[in-house]
């Protein structure tokens, strides 16, 4: 069984740029959710797919954008950069079901830094 | 009402004592309470959860204790570490569907020898 894995690990961008990040979920989990981690700060939740479907949505700007694929991986894309778009992006995948007590599991995370 | 308030911001504790980290959460929609630990450069881990249904959950020398009626839980590191010196995150969700967890701003933990 593998874990959850992110691409890349480290990211340097200027304002202005876009950028993708993407995440292969744990074997076996069909939803990915996504968070943004400042630094000092608990994760945020961006937003999260289910069957390649965004399944629920937080506080964040349409600039930011996903996808998830029939192989339950994705990709969170991040258009416009922002100086405060610096931060680790986390994701995490689960198993939506009735006995999965929405247990998520996380990957490494990106560190994105915006010049 | 979708906050979680975690206490204290950060914490130092000697080698063989109690480390006990503290969370209050205001949705009483929310059922699922996951602690999360990590570490420098590294994505959160899950070490424990638990649900309402029990007021304490032991798995090794990590304990949650839960209190429905304040809305308060915590988590108690027994015989402490130094490798357990990491960043603590509580978090709460609902257990059912695909839910956002809700994490608090975490606890830098230093255990010294």
């Known amino acids: 069984e593998t874990g959850v894995t992110q691409s890349p690990t480290h990211l340097i961008k200027t304002r202005g740029q876009q950028v993708t990040l993407r995440c292969s979920s744990q074997?076996?989990?069909?939803?990915v959710s996504w968070y943004q981690q400042a630094l000092g700060q608990g994760p945020q939740f961006i937003f999260q797919y289910y069957r390649e479907e965004e399944n629920g949505r937080g506080n964040f700007p349409p600039r930011f954008s996903g996808l998830q694929f029939p192989n339950y991986s994705s990709e969170l894309n991040v258009n416009a950069l922002e100086l405060d778009d610096s931060a680790l992006y986390l994701c995490?995948?689960?198993?939506?079901?009735?006995?999965?007590?929405?247990?998520?599991?996380f990957g490494p995370g990106t560190r994105l830094t915006v010049l | 009402q979708q906050q979680v308030k975690q206490s204290p911001q950060s914490l130092i504790v000697q080698k063989g004592g109690i480390s006990i980290i503290n969370c209050a959460y205001e949705?009483?929609?929310?059922?699922?309470f996951p602690w999360y630990q990590q570490f420098p450069g590294k994505g959160p881990a899950l070490l424990i959860a638990?649900?309402?249904?029990?007021s304490e959950k032991k798995e090794g020398r990590f304990t949650i204790s839960f209190n429905k009626s304040a809305k308060q839980f915590s988590l108690h590191i027994m015989d402490s570490q130094p490798g357990d010196s990491a960043t603590y995150f509580c978090?709460?969700?609902?257990?059912?569907?695909?839910?956002?967890?809700?994490f608090g701003k975490g606890t830098r933990l230093s255990v010294i020898a």
């Open positions: 995490a995948s689960s198993l939506a079901g009735a006995l999965s007590y929405n247990e998520q599991f």
């Open positions: 949705n009483t929609a929310f059922d699922y």
């Open positions: 074997s076996g989990h069909n939803t």
């Open positions: 638990i649900r309402p249904d029990v």
């Open positions: 978090a709460a969700s609902r257990s059912s569907g695909n839910t956002p967890l809700v």
